[in-house]
């Protein structure tokens, strides 16, 4: 096997908040990812995904463990990740060529150059005329792919996308899955996406990796051996049902624990 | 991928844009014409009310005046104050300008010195806990007592002038600039730092634009208070100016004169918020269209 794209070795992190009391969030998180391969990560919501995804990217510094990309320590480095949040944080006063060049002319590009670029990238985000329009104008499925192909423009080797469909309704998520199914078929990007989309996790991906109940720690990584193109019938062939079914019970068990320390904690 | 491609936004009103002038533009649709006269019906409908108010109470004042006889000393009916006004429209012009002059200086100072604040602010946290108490201090002092000791001072030149107006505009503008720093919260700093961005290039490309509109809101109410800020100050003590001429007209018992160059100051004031807007319009247009397109939809 060659070396990892990504190594996530013992991760751990916890929160101070203040008057002598700490979040544990991460626990000794560990996963690697293959160069090219696009990982789904799921688990109950508040586990600790986004602050695990602000370790790897070098937003936040581990209390312990470390991150490798191509083997080397990568703790704290910013550079090999393009971060897609949660939000599409889309600037209202940029126009959508201008919001996918930001990246670019952050790192010193030169706008025009910055924005040739961004426009390379229209067509295969569906997004052609709208270059000058501002993102009020824009539907949410628009939004999100302006978002998406924002993290893309940069060219980095790696793309972290935090649930980057999860505020839309579900007939513009399937579309947007479907979309992006075939955009990676082209580009075969590494990318790690958080999800709590449990279809969305086994129609993408290559592998889905369970987490936790908060502190997260890797509860299930299973591999999805799913025929690539997919096509959206797939969705209700057996061998997807059964992934899906695997999933569902782990992730439910979780889910509960999390609710239940939720409700521990409000009585 | 084709029918993504080809989605656009459904135009807001059927049948006002025909495929074909649709099919010749790049962008979205045009807004369709009955727009446009939503927006010109909902101008009067915001500048037709106050007037027809205004009117009506003047007419009423003028009635009461004659009705009841009162001397014009106490209360000059108003079309007394529009007649004497304008047989000294000379005098009062030259007057305006130089509260006009006093007005701008002070507010420029003003916000040069309310931007190097929350700037410095806004990158320190050290100078926010050091500087706010003092700035919120600075509000407590009473304007009425510390004009007059200006002008012995400073003397009755300009300066003293610029000092009140600028003690009265710069907090709100500070505030107004430091929340509006703020309206970029954690996630946006992070994915600017996720593309590299150190803090002042979180600033340039982040914060400061997201600050524009809390800034012309704080700039707003701020230039109100810089035109009263400079007729107070030129009403304790003053060359030129419609604070010391109305202080003169007073002690003269010209009521007229004193209601003609209120009615002056208003006209300023209001034509100066007005300029606001139009400002704010220029410099950010992507500000006023998305509120426009968010109380549309
Ligand atoms: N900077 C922080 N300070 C304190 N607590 C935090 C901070 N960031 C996240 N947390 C807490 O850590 C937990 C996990 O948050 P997060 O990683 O955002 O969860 P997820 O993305 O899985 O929903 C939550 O309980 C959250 O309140
Ligand atoms: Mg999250």
Not at chain 2, 57 to 84: H, K
Not at chain 2, 161 to 176: C, N, Q, R
Not at chain 2, 251 to 270: E, G, H, M, P, Y
Request: glycine share 8%; hydrophobic share 45%.
């Amino acid at each position: 096997m060659s070396t990892p794209k990504i190594q996530l070795v013992g991760l751990q992190k916890e929160f101070d908040l203040g008057g002598g009391e700490s979040r544990h969030v991460v626990d000794d998180v560990s996963f690697s990812v293959q160069p090219g391969e696009f990982v789904a990560v799921i688990g109950p919501s508040g586990c600790g995904k986004s602050t695990m995804f602000n370790i790897i990217a070098g937003l936040e510094l581990p209390d312990a463990g470390e991150v490798r990309v191509d083997g080397q320590n990568a703790v704290g480095q910013r550079e090999h990740f393009a971060y897609m949040p949660q939000k599409d944080l889309l600037f209202p006063w940029r126009t959508i060529v201008e919001n996918g060049a930001l990246g670019l002319e952050v790192q010193g590009m030169p706008k025009k150059k910055a924005l040739e670029r961004s426009k390379q990238f229209f067509h295969t985000f569906g997004l052609a005329g709208y270059e000058n329009s501002h993102p009020y104008e824009l539907s949410g499925g628009m939004r999100q792919r302006a978002a998406l192909l924002r993290t893309v423009v940069q060219g980095r080797e790696i793309l972290l996308l935090d649930e980057p469909f999860g505020a839309l309704d579900s007939l513009t998520r399937i579309e947007m899955q479907n979309w992006l199914q075939g955009v990676w078929s082209e580009y075969s990007w590494t990318a790690v996406m958080i999800t709590h989309d449990i279809r969305e996790a086994v129609y993408l991906s290559d592998r889905v990796i369970v987490l936790t109940a908060r502190p997260a720690s890797v509860r299930l990584e299973l591999e999805i051996e799913l025929p690539r193109p997919r096509e959206l019938s797939l969705v209700t062939s057996p061998e997807f049902v059964a992934y899906e079914e695997q999933l569902i019970e782990v992730l439910h068990e979780e889910s509960r624990k999390a609710f239940a320390q939720q409700n521990g904690a409000h009585s | 991928m084709t029918s993504l491609e080809n989605r656009k936004p459904a135009p807001p009103a059927a049948g006002a844009v025909t495929p074909a002038v649709r099919a010749t533009r790049s962008g979205p649709p045009s807004k369709p014409a009955k727009k446009k006269r939503t927006r010109r019906g909902s101008f009067w409908g915001s500048v037709l009310p106050p007037i027809v108010i205004v009117a009506l109470l003047v007419v009423i004042w003028e009635v009461g005046v004659s009705v009841t006889g009162v001397r014009p000393q106490v209360l000059p009916a108003p079309s007394r104050v529009v007649v004497e006004g304008l047989e000294r429209a000379d005098i009062i012009w030259g007057h305006t300008l130089s509260t006009l002059q006093v007005t701008l200086i002070g507010f420029a100072f003003s916000l040069i010195v309310a931007w190097i604040i929350a700037i410095a602010i806004d990158f320190s946290g050290v100078l926010r806990r050091g500087l706010m108490p003092l700035l919120v201090a600075s509000q407590t002092i009473p304007i009425i007592a510390i004009a007059p000791l200006m002008i012995i001072w400073f003397g009755f030149g300009l300066l003293p002038k610029i000092l009140v107006v600028a003690l009265v505009t710069f907090f709100p503008i500070v505030v107004g600039l430091i929340e509006g720093f703020n309206k970029a919260d954690r996630e946006t700093s992070n994915l600017l730092r996720s593309m590299g961005a150190g803090r002042w290039k979180e600033f340039t490309f982040v914060r400061l634009p997201s600050a524009m509109p809390s800034f012309f809101t704080a700039l707003r109410i701020s230039i109100t208070y810089a035109v009263v800020g400079a007729i107070f100050a030129e009403y304790v003590g003053a060359q030129s100016g419609l604070g010391i001429f109305m202080s003169t007209q007073k002690n003269a018992f010209r009521t007229d004169l004193v209601l003609a160059a209120v009615a002056v100051t208003a006209v300023l004031s209001i034509t100066l918020y007005l300029l606001t807007f139009v400002i704010e319009r220029l410099v950010i247009p992507w500000s006023f269209k998305e509120r426009k397109a968010r109380g549309d939809r």
